[in-house]
């Protein structure tokens, strides 16, 4: 069994942060589940061109407001507490933050733990 609090991940290698977001890793490869999981934060007004070419992301909202555009289709949801989106076909997205948003956020394959955006805003593929 593996339990984790929020407060004992903040500020050690599980907490992981970008200009505009941080990502809180509670599952990572290494705990050999399969899949991570994370709690992030982005800020307001934060605007981020993402694409997970080697991740499937689903996304659960549990705070703030935002939308998620599908930058293939044009297609923008709203997002608020309650909403979840899934990048299920690796679409490359806009996220933008109305205000601070909270998700509880799921990847396969897992991450290792310390993964940023590249230039794509992506993560590296898996090692095999």
Known sequence: MIVRNLDDLI?????????VWASRRFLLADDGVGFTLTETT???GAEQILWYKHHVEANYVIEGRGEVENLATGE??????????????????????????????VFTPALTGRETHDEDGAYAPPAE
């Not at 500020?11 to 200009?19: H, K, L």
């Not at 997002?79 to 679409?91: A, F, I, N, R, V």
């Open 42 to 44: 982005t800020e307001a």
């Open 11 to 19: 500020d050690t290698e599980r907490d992981v942060r970008g200009p």
């Open 76 to 105: 923008v949801f709203a997002l608020g507490p309650g909403s979840m989106y899934t990048l299920d076909q690796h679409e490359k997205h806009c996220l933008r933050s109305f205000t601070r948003m909270r998700l509880v956020c």
